[in-house]
């Protein structure tokens, strides 16, 4: 353990204890059994220094700050050196009143406050009656202070007015951060100011996200666009409150207001009206074989927000004290399948006089018996009959081009027996299949957030959210880009509580509380019924086989070889669950110009992570099988093919 004492010149100083404390005997056990770091809270404040016309500090004046929005308002006292700190203010405009008898009233009217940062609002009285009132305009941009941090805010405006593209998901809240200087990369692996990848710091309202494997990753598992207020990014000297993050992305949620309030959208993309053809499209035809037009792909994303008090006719009136907030995230994606090359029924057969090489000026394509049965006899399937010698035997073509059913190796055999390969819709070589299906991609994210002010000196807050991003393959059994032939499931939830305490108004206490879960889940589409060689387990329950992966490749890259065909890379049956969780007290202190913060944090993951493997060329729960032309191709050549 280690303790770390900071003092700063101006205003205020801060120190920050790293150490186990303790309030009481059961934060005590659970800070001595468990691993923790003691920081401050990230909440958003108002502070300032009340003087009078010469300077002097004004001890003792009572300061109130009131949510323009909500109308709640939250009291302190000055101290004796005149100064006044308020803590846990939702992102928004304040008004700072402060009174003091034998002092005209001094009122400050458009004070910002933005997620997680301290706004200053600093008061000079005049002497007068404190009916009387002195009126001033705070900027709308205040500068920060406080702490010696790099960063930049992305305000509620500037999310809402810049467009956003809508591809391949809905919109997402870490979008804007690659505005801020210094941040680069992509949702899944981005990097701040140079730091780490995935090593950076997520906070929602304050409380610190606690994440295994892929921490900085929100993409599964964050609440929706609109129901952001503001995201703080840090890119530099951030304090010891923020832990050992390489960069920090704090997000604030919007509150409810005393007024019913919302907002709906609605973003359409279809680029078979709307897409203009590139330079490229008169030349390559579009994924439905159809040249001079863009691919076919529609997608969509709607939803909206609405807040307002809670209110209950003749049960509960919670103008200026209880406020609620909904939001609702809804994507959907589909996509025209492109053509893919299927074998005829002829060739399903074994009949493949018609076979011919499109890339070849169309040369048929001989089928040999493979010379390897010559030497080991023992591979021929049982019942295939092949001559020792002369045409038909092993090293030379097949008569007629034909394999006869029985030499059909039992791994072709139990495939063929599991689905009705369609007929090709066309007379091509190559491609000669289109999709009847259009596979669809589902998103759905929703929030709810509650805000309760107890008393003036306490405040809860609250904050639900759930992902649920299902992406089905569809009923054609052919590969397509969009599933890639497996189902992909992601549930993401989360569950934040943070609760303030203005014990004094030189004692507060503040504490949060963050629970996160994900699953990533993939599942073959198709199970085998039955068993045959060739297909490994699939490790689901009552499912002995999953459906593997069907690779076709030639001897010089071919192009004539049907679709490869499964779930893509042999990834199969996997189960990849993850949950955090956070906890957060600060107790912040303040006497004359100096504040203390001592705090402890105490975060625990757990992840769940079965994994069937697969990647290219490596076979996955669900198997990879490979077929080549090699082993039917003539024997003599120098180069087969």
Not at 4 to 21: K, P
Not at 65 to 88: E, K, M, R
Not at 152 to 171: A, C, K, Y
Not at 284 to 289: F, H, I, K, Q
Request: proline share 7%.
């Amino acid at each position: 353990m280690e303790a770390i004492l900071r003092v700063c010149s101006g205003v205020r100083n801060r120190m920050a204890v790293r150490h186990g404390l303790v309030a009481g005997l059961a934060i005590c056990l659970a800070v001595l059994l468990c691993p923790c770091e003691v920081r401050a809270q990230a909440v958003s404040r108002i502070n300032g220094t009340v003087t009078d016309q010469s300077g002097a500090a004004v001890p003792d004046a009572k300061v109130t700050v009131t949510n323009v929005d909500t109308n709640v308002s939250q009291t302190s006292v000055t101290t004796s050196a005149g100064t006044y700190l308020i803590v846990d203010l939702n992102p928004g405009t304040y008004i700072v009143k402060v009174e003091k008898a034998g002092f005209k009233s001094f009122v400050d009217k458009n004070v910002v406050v933005v997620g997680g940062a301290t706004s200053t609002a600093n008061a000079t009285l005049d002497p007068g009656a404190v009916t009387e009132t002195v009126e001033v305009t705070a900027p709308e941009v205040a500068l920060q202070t406080e702490q010696p941090e790099i960063g930049t805010t992305i305000s509620e405006t500037l999310t809402q007015e810049l467009p956003q593209l809508v591809s391949g998901s809905n919109r997402q809240i870490d979008n804007f951060i690659f505005l801020a200087p210094g941040v680069t990369g992509n949702g899944f692996s981005h990097r701040i100011n140079g730091g780490v990848d995935q090593q950076t710091e997520i906070m929602f309202n304050g409380v610190p996200e606690a994440f295994s494997e892929t921490a900085g990753f929100t993409f599964w598992n964050q609440p929706p666009y609109d129901s952001i207020k503001d995201a703080d990014i840090l890119t530099g000297t951030f304090s010891a409150q923020y832990g050992l993050g390489q960069g920090v992305e704090q997000y604030h949620t919007k509150s409810g207001t005393n007024a019913i309030h919302g907002d709906a959208f609605f973003l359409y993309r279809d680029d078979t009206y709307l897409g203009a053809p590139g330079a490229y499209y008169d030349l390559n035809p579009n994924n439905v074989g159809k040249v001079d037009q863009p691919n076919q792909d529609i997608e969509n994303n709607w939803g909206g927000s609405v807040g307002g008090p809670v209110f209950l006719p003749k049960l509960y009136d919670g103008r200026n004290k209880t406020f609620w907030f909904f939001s609702y995230d809804r994507y959907r994606k589909a996509v025209g399948q492109s053509p893919v090359t299927l074998p005829t029924p002829a060739e399903l057969s074994g009949d493949f006089s018609g076979l011919v090489n499109p890339l070849n000026n169309n040369a048929p394509i001989p089928i040999f018996v493979p010379i390897a049965w010559k030497t080991t006899p023992s591979l021929i399937p049982a019942g295939c009959s092949v001559p020792a010698s002369g045409a038909g035997s092993p090293g030379t073509q097949w008569p007629g081009n034909k394999i006869p059913t029985s030499c059909f190796s039992s791994v072709s055999a139990g495939l063929l027996k599991q689905f009705p390969i369609p007929a090709p819709s066309n007379s091509n070589v190559v491609n000669n299949y289109i999709p009847t299906t259009i596979p669809i991609n589902l998103q759905t994210d929703l929030s709810v957030s509650i805000d309760h002010n107890l008393t003036s000196k306490q405040a809860i807050h609250g904050l639900y959210w759930r992902q649920k991003y299902p992406q089905p393959s569809n009923a054609d059994w052919v590969n397509n880009p969009l599933s890639n032939a497996f189902v992909n499931t992601i549930l993401g939830r989360g569950l934040d509580i943070t609760y303030s305490n203005a014990i004094s108004s030189r004692l507060v206490l503040t504490g949060g509380f963050l629970y996160v879960y994900q699953a990533n889940d993939f599942f073959p589409t198709h199970l085998l019924s039955g068993q045959f060689p060739g297909a490994l387990p699939s490790g689901l329950s009552g499912q002995p086989n999953a459906f593997p992966s069907i690779v076709f490749g030639g001897p010089s890259g071919g192009g004539w070889e049907p679709q490869s065909w499964g779930p893509g890379n042999g990834l199969s049956s996997t189960i990849n669950h993850k949950t955090g969780y956070s906890y957060l007290a600060n107790l912040l202190y303040v006497r004359g110009r100096h504040t203390m913060n001592i705090g402890v944090d105490i975060r625990k993951t757990h992840q769940d992570d079965f994994e069937a493997g697969g990647s290219t060329g490596q076979p996955g729960a669900a198997g990879l099988l490979n077929f080549t032309a090699d082993i039917t191709a003539d024997p003599n050549e120098t180069t087969p093919g």
